[in-house]
């Protein structure tokens, strides 16, 4: 069974600009969140989606946004970026989750570096 | 909200010994703990989980503790070996207003062990 595949692995961005990464959940898995991980701050949460629908989110800002597919499949976009948002973006992906909390595998990962 | 801290933050032994990291968390209605294994260049892999209405579970060599009174739980690995040379992360799931977690999860800020041969 295939894992956790995030898009690309590697970016490297301009301050200003916007990016977009992708993440394609484990086959069955309906649940997908996502988190940032810096040095600084180690491991944060962003948002979970579950059908296509947006259940819950952390402390970012508005310029962090994402969106899920109908086939599970999702991204994150980062618009406006900054020196700060460099960091490792995971997507993680669950079978249901909910109030029954199923476990997250992740995936490798997408270094950004925002120059 | 929800604050997971993680002890130590390094973590030196020698091959064959134990080694035991230990988390504390503060909202009493987080009922879900996972613990994760990060190798350089790869994403947290799952290793162990505890439920909230279990005090122990062991798989292998590897094995969690939960003590809901004292909102604490660890990791227990035995017979260290290099391979377990990793930056490992315990979580905690806390439920939102609703009373569910949604994919939450507040993590520790890790512990680098390092395994000697």
């Known amino acids: 069974k295939a894992g956790v595949t995030q898009t690309p692995r590697y970016l490297i961005k301009t301050r200003g600009q916007q990016v977009t990464l992708s993440c394609s959940p484990i086959s069955g898995h309906r649940s997908v969140s996502w988190y940032q991980q810096t040095p600084g701050q180690g491991l944060q949460f962003l948002f979970e989606y579950f059908s296509e629908t947006q259940r819950n989110k952390g402390n970012f800002p508005g310029r962090f946004s994402g969106r899920q597919f109908s086939n599970s499949r999702s991204e994150m976009n980062v618009s406006t970026l900054e020196l700060g948002d460099s960091a490792l973006y995971l997507c993680?992906?669950?079978?249901?989750?909910?109030?029954?909390?199923?476990?997250?595998?992740f995936g490798q990962g997408t270094r950004l570096t925002v120059v | 909200g929800e604050n997971v801290e993680q002890h130590p933050s390094t973590l030196s032994v020698q091959e064959g010994d134990s080694a035991v990291i230990k988390c504390t968390y503060s909202d009493s209605a987080s009922n879900y703990f996972p613990w994760y294994k990060q190798e350089l260049g790869k994403g947290p892999q799952l290793i162990i989980d505890?439920?909230?209405?279990?005090g122990e579970k062991k798989d292998q060599r590897i094995a969690v503790t939960l003590n809901k009174t004292a909102k604490h739980f660890s990791l227990h690995i035995t017979e260290t070996q290099p391979e377990d040379s990793a930056v490992y992360f315990c979580?905690?799931?806390?439920?939102?207003?609703?009373?569910?977690?949604?994919?939450?999860?507040?993590f520790g800020q890790g512990t680098i062990l390092t395994v000697h041969p």
């Open positions: 505890i439920r909230s209405n279990v």
């Open positions: 993680a992906s669950s079978l249901v989750g909910g109030r029954l909390v199923t476990e997250a595998f």
């Open positions: 979580a905690a799931s806390p439920p939102n207003a609703g009373g569910t977690s949604y994919g939450k999860l507040t």
